[in-house]
C-alpha cells in the first residue's frame, strides 16, 4: 500500500529565509506526487502535482518541488518566505485505483501534515 | 473555477445524534470523497463515490455512511454521533479518470459533546 510521511511535524522559519519541507513516500511503481497548503480555516489547495518528466516541478505561489527517485522523496522548496505561507501543507501520493465498475480515478494519500509559522 | 461548498462550518451536536454533513460541488465532477483531519494524523478517507448511488469506504469507514443521490451533493451521515468523532470533515470533489486535482471544500469542524 503507498505511505506518506512528512518527518517534520512543526517548522518555524524567519521571513525571507529559505523554505524546504520534507516528504518520502512509499509505493511500489512511479507515484504521483503532490503537496497542497491548507491556509488556517480554508480547505486545502493544490500547489504542485508530479506526475513524469522533469524531476524539478514549478508551482503556485513560488513553490517548487524536486522528485528523487533514489530517495523516495518529493521536497517542497521555496526561496524566500513571506508571512503569509504560514500554513499547514500536506504532501499526497496518488495511484490510479479501479472501482466497482473497473473505471480509473485519482486516489489520494496524505502525510501527516506539516506546520509552517513564519517570524517577521 | 470548481466550487465546493460544505453546508457547516461550525457544528456541535450530542452524543447519540443523528449528524448530517452535507457538501454541494457545481462542475459536474464524478468523484466525490469525504475526508477527517486530525492533528498529527492528516487527512483520512471515510468514504468515496464515483457515480450517483456509488460509492466504496475509504480507510476508516466505521461509524459513518454516505448519500449520493444527485450528481453535486454528497453527503457524511454518522448514525449515533462519539465524541471519538469530533474532527474536522473534509469534502473534495474531482473529475473523473486521470484527474487527481482535488478541490477541497473549506471543511465542517464538528464537535460531539
Redesign the interface.
Known amino acids: 500500500a503507498q505511505s506518506?510521511t512528512?518527518p517534520d511535524?512543526h517548522i518555524t522559519v524567519s521571513e525571507g529565509a529559505s523554505l524546504e519541507l520534507r516528504c518520502n513516500y512509499s509505493y511500489g511503481a512511479t507515484p504521483?506526487l503532490?503537496w497542497?497548503v491548507q491556509s488556517p480555516?480554508?480547505?486545502?489547495?493544490?500547489l504542485l502535482?508530479y506526475f513524469s518528466g522533469d524531476t524539478l516541478v514549478q508551482g503556485i505561489k513560488g513553490f517548487e518541488a524536486e522528485f528523487k527517485r533514489s530517495q523516495s522523496s518529493f521536497n517542497l522548496r521555496k526561496p524566500s518566505v513571506h508571512w503569509s505561507d504560514a500554513a499547514e501543507y500536506?504532501c499526497a501520493v496518488?495511484r490510479?485505483h479501479f472501482?466497482?465498475?473497473g473505471?480509473?480515478?485519482?486516489?489520494?494519500?496524505?502525510?501527516?501534515?506539516t506546520i509552517l509559522t513564519v517570524h517577521p | 473555477d470548481v466550487k465546493v461548498t460544505q453546508s457547516s462550518r461550525y457544528l456541535v451536536k450530542r452524543t447519540g445524534e443523528k449528524v448530517f454533513l452535507e457538501c454541494v460541488q457545481d462542475m459536474d465532477h464524478e468523484n466525490m470523497f469525504w475526508y477527517r483531519q486530525d492533528p498529527g494524523l492528516g487527512l483520512r478517507l471515510i468514504y468515496f463515490s464515483y457515480d450517483v448511488k456509488m460509492k466504496e469506504k475509504g480507510d476508516i469507514p466505521e461509524g459513518y455512511s454516505v448519500s449520493r443521490e444527485k450528481k453535486e451533493r454528497f453527503s457524511l451521515i454518522l448514525e449515533s454521533a462519539s465524541t471519538n468523532q469530533t474532527s474536522m470533515y473534509l469534502c473534495a470533489s474531482s473529475l473523473w479518470t486521470g484527474d487527481y486535482g482535488y478541490t477541497f471544500g473549506s471543511g465542517t469542524r464538528l464537535t460531539v459533546v
Open positions: 506518506v512528512q511535524i504521483y503532490f497542497y480555516g480554508q480547505g486545502l489547495q493544490l502535482k500536506f496518488g490510479g472501482n466497482a465498475g473505471t480509473s480515478y485519482g486516489k489520494l494519500t496524505f502525510g501527516q501534515g
